[in-house]
């Protein structure tokens, strides 16, 4: 960007290089540490889906070594987690804005040229008449579906088009990345005495009212492996 800032220094000013790096950074730790949030507090609710995902890291990957990067494409079960995940705990439940080009008819309403325009894909991934039992935390309809991408504009997490969030490659490897880790190398219980909190709370990524608090324990087997980070 500095770079650009020599060859065009009025478009490319420092505030807006600074803008553009906030957004990068906001963009690309909040949204993600929030899904894996999420993720972990359905896993808990649903301890039978934790323990289909563990055996499936200890079949392939084993444990003797940790989980890395090139493995997540072949860990299906745990690509599903991540897609329900996504489906009823969207980061961005509204998407990012975007404007009418040109005055449009819409579903009987007149958009003149120039109107902001959300995608509420809260209520698109929620929809009764496209999903079946869409409150539910059902993993395995991805298996069904044969992924996201067979979902169709069913399933929006990143938006679609054009458009859509430049970092979806980024942002699932490292939602699959930690959220591996985190189920291979650890047991999760929750606090005794306790339920998780599932209110979700308001601002861009839709965080969580109660933060997540847990009792987490390295698993004996993955304790050599632990012990070479």
């Avoid at 395995?140 to 504009?153: D, M, T, V």
Wanted: with cysteine; charged share 25%; proline share 7%.
């Amino acid at each position: 960007m500095l770079s650009l800032q020599e060859s065009d220094p009025g478009t490319y000013t420092d505030v807006t290089i600074k803008g553009l790096i906030v957004e990068l950074m906001a963009a690309g730790t909040d949204t993600s540490a929030v899904t894996i949030e999420w993720a972990m507090c359905l896993l808990l609710i649903h301890p039978e889906v934790l323990h289909t995902a563990r055996a499936e890291l200890d079949a392939r990957i084993g444990q003797g070594r940790m989980v890395e990067e090139e493995d997540i494409p072949n860990l299906p079960y745990l690509n599903c987690i991540i897609n329900e995940t996504l489906r009823l705990y969207h980061a961005v439940p509204l998407l990012v804005p975007h404007e009418s080009s040109q005055d449009c008819t819409v579903g009987g309403y007149d958009v003149p040229r120039g109107t902001m325009l959300l995608t509420n894909a809260w209520a698109i991934h929620r929809d009764p008449n496209i999903w079946d039992e869409p409150e539910e935390f059902k993993p395995e309809r991805f298996q069904c579906e044969g992924g996201k991408e067979e979902a169709g504009l069913r399933m929006l997490p990143f938006g679609s088009g054009r458009r859509k969030c430049p970092g979806e490659g980024l942002a699932i490897r490292l939602i699959g990345l930690a959220l591996a880790i985190l189920i291979h190398c650890f047991e999760w219980e929750k606090l005794p005495g306790e339920e998780v909190d599932m209110t979700e709370g308001q601002g861009l990524s839709m965080p969580k009212v109660k933060p997540l608090e847990v009792v987490c324990t390295p698993r004996r087997t993955m304790l050599h492996a632990l012990s070479q980070l």
